[in-house]
């Protein structure tokens, strides 16, 4: 609400600004207006016109989601169906096959997802279809499919699709190195964009408290339709897979370096998870803590699981028809045994290294005004910065060679700080930053790193 009501204001201001414009061009010469707010009127029309392509936008679908129909999978049809009665709601609309080992119900966010619930998919990779049982499939999409009958979730869904729009937004350039005029031209841009940019911390925020209690809560449904050895059961075997996947993707990288391919990565697959069994610390600590919050582990003899799926999934498992080397699913499942040591070695190198970046909240009196920024190592979002309550950032990366820099839409610039890290140590990053207040901006810099 509070971002449609944002919207609607800063519609008011464009329109308004467009229209003294047009007032000053049809009575030039009868006023002082300065011709500089002709310059704000454009900035009105720009706003408008991003405003437009944002709400206008829709996410396609990936280009390895194949439509699948009942004839293809007649059980998991008939699964997705049995849920989607169960729980009272509305059929899926178009159901998915992806590579990848993962089931989710997707939607594709639109302007109307406002205020009616958005159209609903099933994406379900073959990593899963050629490895669990029926039982645990239906198990997974009872978890899938209940998270549509929570409460927070038809909110969220609402919430979801102004995240988006949101998102649209916050592309817009760095303004330093832009002239008066064109910094005049994207004023109302800009604070749209700060807007927004405010928007989508707070929803992220909000989203990551209330993400944990409603995977929680789709468990408490998938339980009382499967049972919670099912559950748990499915669980396990479902983060094994997509361990035992990310293993067999790395096998096929090295592989592919000499121009070899293996005929059937899914056969493989079932090969490797008859000997690969990852251990705790392999697996998703959110996973263990699901699964420990059901109760003890104990067999699950209540029903006994057919495979149909599974065999159907088998036989449209694509093999490599590529003119390049074949290897064979048992052969490459027999090769990469030895494999998965140097795997969990170079994962845990991956995160051997410990990053504190810090800004203390008692370093200057300045700044006047509350801002935000964000962190960016190597590129990629790692959290946000406060000039006022300052912040402490925690981060694990591996040895090595590392670029720490911060991002702003405007107002601020900041040098990449470049620093080499060494396995099993501690960096504490202390970070400073200086006010140009004749210039408008902050600079934002790397003042110290110590190593703990």
């Known amino acids: 609400m509070i971002y449609i009501a944002g919207c609607f204001c800063f519609v008011i201001v464009a329109l308004v600004s467009i229209y003294l414009g047009y007032y000053i061009i ?3 010469g009868e006023h002082d207006f300065s011709m500089h707010l002709i310059i704000l009127s454009f900035g009105g029309c720009w706003l408008l016109w991003e405003m437009i392509k944002a709400f206008n936008f829709q996410r396609a679908l990936p280009d390895s989601f194949i439509p699948i129909t009942n004839k293809d999978f007649p059980e998991l049809f008939a699964i997705v169906k049995e849920i989607t009665q169960e729980l009272d709601l509305s059929p899926i609309d178009e159901v998915y096959l992806c590579p990848d080992a993962t089931a989710a119900v997707v939607i594709q966010p639109q302007l109307k997802n406002i205020l009616f619930s958005p159209k609903c998919n099933l994406v379900i990779g073959m990593g899963f279809l050629t490895q669990l049982d029926d039982n645990e499939i239906r198990a997974v999409l009872y978890h899938e499919f209940g998270h549509y009958v929570q409460s927070e979730m038809r909110n969220s869904l609402s919430v979801y699709t102004i995240g988006q729009f949101a998102q649209s937004f ?15 031209l994207k004023s109302q841009l800009l604070l749209f964009t700060y807007f927004t940019n405010w928007v989508c911390n707070r929803i992220n925020k909000d989203y990551m408290q209330l993400a ?5 809560d789709a468990d408490d449904v998938a339980v009382k339709y499967v049972g919670a050895p099912t559950l748990q059961r499915a669980l396990l075997h479902a983060a094994c897979i997509r361990y035992n996947y ?21 056969l493989a697959l079932h090969f490797v998870g008859n000997y690969s069994r ?28 057919t495979c149909n799926i599974r065999k159907q999934a088998m036989q449209r498992a694509r093999r490599s028809k590529s003119f390049a080397k074949l290897c064979s699913a048992d052969r490459f499942a027999l090769w990469l045994q030895k494999g998965f ?3 969990a070695k170079q994962k845990q190198l991956e995160t051997s290294v410990t990053l504190i970046i810090s800004l203390d909240s008692r370093k200057h009196k300045l700044p006047w005004f509350d801002a935000t920024y964000k962190v960016l190592l190597d590129g990629k979002n790692i959290g946000i910065g406060n000039f006022i309550k300052g912040y402490t950032l925690k981060r694990k990366t591996s040895p090595g060679k590392h670029s ?6 405007s107002g601020i610039i900041s040098t990449p700080f470049e620093l080499n890290v060494e396995s099993d140590k501690i960096y504490k990053i202390d970070m400073d930053y200086k006010v140009f207040l004749l210039k408008g901006y902050y600079d934002v810099f790397v003042e110290k790193v110590t190593m703990i």
């Not at 699964?291 to 209540?302: F, I, N, Q, Y």
């Open 170 to 184: 916050l592309s817009i350039k760095e303004m330093k190195k832009e002239n008066t005029w064109q910094q005049q």
């Open 246 to 266: 990310k293993v067999i993707q790395w096998g096929l990288q090295q592989l592919g370096v000499q121009g070899i391919e293996v005929d059937n990565v899914y």
């Open 341 to 343: 040591s140097i795997y």
């Open 212 to 216: 944990k209690q409603m995977e929680y």
């Open 404 to 409: 720490l820099s911060v991002y702003a839409p």
């Open 26 to 28: 049809w009575n030039y």
């Open 278 to 305: 990852p251990t705790r610390n392999l697996l998703s600590s959110e996973i263990i803590k699901r699964v420990e919050r059901l109760g003890g582990l104990v067999p699950d003899t209540s029903i006994q699981s």
